[in-house]
């Protein structure tokens, strides 16, 4: 079995900063991808930023140089960085990963439960 595990939200007031983990466990053979969701209320799922496994970013224009995505291969652990948020910022942000389980396995995409982000005063 493989468990993502988000952590790292929380309230924080605007222009404030919050560091996300995304923890993967379980029987893990290779991590192609990694990508960094937020979905806020009443609204869809968007894509924030993915992370290779070689360690590129892209991310979502509205989050360009306010978040920064980095992951640590050896914990099996990414991280998103934000940086001056705002109030629109609030959502529940999930990972999800793109792996395989074993070298014979094909990669399936693995999501976390979430992690609640509050951005107010």
């Known amino acids: 079995q493989v468990q993502l595990v988000e952590s790292g939200g929380g309230l924080v007031q605007p222009g404030g900063s919050l560091r996300l983990s995304c923890a993967a466990s379980?029987?893990?053979?290779?991590?192609?991808?990694t990508a960094w969701y937020r979905q806020a209320p009443g609204k869809q799922r968007e894509l924030v930023a993915t992370?290779?496994?070689?360690?590129?970013?892209n991310y979502a224009d509205s989050v360009k140089g306010r978040f920064t995505g980095s992951r640590d291969s050896a914990k099996n652990t990414v991280y998103l960085q934000m940086n001056s948020l705002k109030p629109e910022h609030t959502a529940v942000y999930y990972c999800?990963?793109?792996?395989?389980?074993?070298?014979?396995?094909?990669?399936?995409?693995?999501w976390g439960q979430g992690t609640q982000v509050t951005v107010s005063s």
């Open positions: 999800n990963a793109h792996l395989r389980t074993s070298w014979d396995r094909p990669y399936y995409v693995y």
């Open positions: 379980g029987t893990i053979f290779r991590i192609n991808a």
């Open positions: 992370i290779t496994s070689g360690g590129s970013t």
